[in-house]
Structures are given as C-alpha cells and as structure tokens.
C-alpha cells in the first residue's frame, strides 16, 4: 500500500463519494475507468491488482475446448483463417451478427468470392 496508515480516512472518502453519485459502475473495470483516482492510491493500487488477477480460469478453458472442438481429424483441412474466425465467433458467443450486414457484404463480394469464404 502506499500509504497504509491513511486506508480508513481514504475507505471514508471512498463511501462518500459514491453515495453521492447517481450511477454505480458495476466492475473494476468501469469503475477505473469512470473516475480520477489520484485522490485514493490505495484504493487505486487495490483496484489495479484485482482487475489484472483472473478470477477464474474459465476464459483459457472455453478458448482450449474452442481448439478441440475445431481441430478434430475431418476439420483439419480448413484454412488458418477460417479456423481463427469459427474460434472467435465460438469464443465471442455473446457478440451478435448483424444478419443484413453480412449480407450485405457477401452480396457485394459476388458469387466467386462467397466460394472462398465458404472452402
């Protein structure tokens, strides 16, 4: 801590100052990034520690069983493009495509090039 013997009047400020606000970040994250912390360096240090240590393992697993999922013997000719991108959109589950976007571009691209994106 860098300055452990003023925590409890820092915590007090800390409380303060979010009963005063009307909106309540909901991670370390966005609470980070939503205010100037050069007023509590050691809630900003305690912060920065917590919002760099995973919590879980879960994200490096998911990406793992992504891997073994694809690269089975049948799918071992696919292109390392393709690969990359059927891994991110299996990753990324929660990120919806815009279905008229897509095809919109595909429609652009013409018939030639949809047989590359589809081999």
Same mark, same amino acid.
């Given at each position: 801590m860098p300055h452990p013997t003023s925590i409890h009047a820092e915590l007090d400020l800390? /409380? #303060?100052f979010w009963n005063n606000q009307s909106v309540i970040p909901? #991670? +370390?994250t966005e609470t980070l990034k939503s205010i100037? %912390? =050069?007023?509590?360096?050691?809630i900003s240090e305690r912060f920065l520690? %917590?919002?760099t240590?995973? +919590?879980? #393992?879960c994200e490096c697993e998911r990406s793992i069983s992504v891997i073994r999922r694809l690269k089975t013997y049948m799918r071992n000719r696919m292109t390392e493009s393709r690969f990359n991108s059927l891994a991110l959109m299996s990753?990324? /589950?929660?990120i919806i495509p815009d279905v008229? =976007?897509?095809l919109n571009i595909f429609s652009v691209l013409g018939e030639r090039h949809l047989e590359l994106v589809f081999t």
């Open positions: 800390w /409380e #303060t909901s #991670t +370390i100037n %912390m =050069r007023g509590f360096p050691n520690s %917590m919002g240590i995973p +919590i879980t #393992t990753i990324h /589950e929660e008229e =976007r897509v």
